[in-house]
Every structure is written in C-alpha cells, then in structure tokens.
C-alpha cells in the first residue's frame, strides 16, 4: 500500500500540472495494487495501519477529484467561449 500512496502522490503532482496522459497510466496501475493490498473479505479497521493508509488514498483522491473538476470546468468553459466566437464570426462573414 506504500507503493499506492507514493503513486498516488506522483498522480497529484501530474494532475497540478496538467499532465494527464501519464496520470492516467499511473491510475491503472495503483487500482491494481490497492486491490491486491485489500483482503478478499473487504474487513479492514479503520484504525488498524491498513485503514489509515487508506484513509490517506481518499484524502489524497480527493484532491485529485477537486483539480479534475476544476480541469474539466476549464475545458467546458474554453469550448462554449470558442462556440460562441464561431458564431460571431459567422454573424459577421453573412452579406
């Protein structure tokens, strides 16, 4: 789960700046080793060390999710400002 959590950390640089063709080469590779570190059962304590490296990945996948979000807001509000420049250009190029 070390290895997760240090993957997991070089996933949140890349995301930061915006190099998500290796981040999501990373992501494949730490969900396979964060299922092979969880018993079959699933029965993990909380405060056992297992639970709190994982509450570490959620903390950490959280920060992730928030600089997807944000990325993927970026990219929407770029695409409606060029579909909005495309109109005024065709408004302006009609007789």
């Known amino acids: 789960m070390d290895l997760a959590i240090k993957m997991t950390g070089q996933m949140l640089r890349l995301a930061s700046a915006g ?6 080469d990373l992501q494949s590779k730490r969900e396979q080793l964060i ?3 969880i018993p079959n059962d699933g029965s ?6 297992l639970g709190q ?4 990945l ?14 993927r807001n970026a990219v929407r509000d770029e695409l409606i400002d060029m579909s909005q420049s495309q109109k005024k250009i065709k408004a302006y190029q009609q007789p």
């Open 53 to 56: 490296q994982i509450q570490t």
């Open 19 to 24: 190099e998500f063709e290796t981040f999501a």
């Open 58 to 71: 959620l903390q950490m996948d959280q920060q992730i999710q928030d600089i997807l979000i944000n990325e």
């Open 35 to 37: 299922k092979s570190a």
């Open 44 to 49: 993990i304590a909380p405060e056992s060390p």
